[in-house]
């Protein structure tokens, strides 16, 4: 069964570096989200991307943020300066349209020390 | 805008026992509804989904949701609960042609012995 896949599962990484979370959404889907959850609290949305380029952003993805598809298949989440309070579980999902279900990834872990 | 909301944080239920999550949303346009699950340390999984065809949805283990558009509800059951139904539970609302899909704050289930 097709899935969607991320890399890695987990990363600590220092405030201030550079991270680069990916993911690859299942082949024959449009749609792609990059979802967080703080541990304990609930999904937030982050951004949709839909022909490369980005559809619709929360307040949460601001500048430190950005979205990549390099390569027709990967999806990436970059965070530019990391800081304390991005420590959560970052999920990519995808979609085949608009007006269906996301499938998630199993989530990368991302912890800033 | 769309929301929704989950009554209950946490909800414990004996073993063989009816489960019952409740669900309310809010959308200015016919919604689609979404139920997902999710294991200890694990991605989000969908158990159910409503698209504007029957209002009694079947899912995966045993679950089942109702909408109600009087109600604004789409709460989901089970008739007996198992150990393994204990996880958290996320209720979530996608606009028709939205590009996001927005969750609750989830419930965690608890199945006691």
Known sequence: EPE???????????????VILRCVPISNHLYFYWYRQILGQKVEFLVSFYNNEISEKSEIFDDQFSVERPDG??????????????SAMYFCASSVSANTEAFFGQGTRLTVV | AQSVTQLGSHVSVSEG?????????SSSVPPYLFWYVQYPNQGLQLLLKYTSAATLVKGINGFEAEFKKSETS????KPSAH?????????????????KIIFGKGTRLHILP
């Open chain 2, 17 to 25: 026992a009816l489960v019952l999550l409740r669900c309310n949303y």
């Open chain 2, 83 to 99: 150990m393994s139904d204990a996880a958290e539970y996320f209720c979530a609302v996608r606009e028709n042609r939205d590009d």
């Open chain 1, 4 to 18: 969607v896949t991320q890399t890695p599962s987990h990363q600590v990484t220092q405030m201030g570096q550079e």
């Open chain 2, 74 to 77: 789409f709460h989901l059951t």
């Open chain 1, 73 to 86: 298949s990967n999806f990436t989440l970059k965070i530019r300066s990391t800081k304390l309070e991005d």
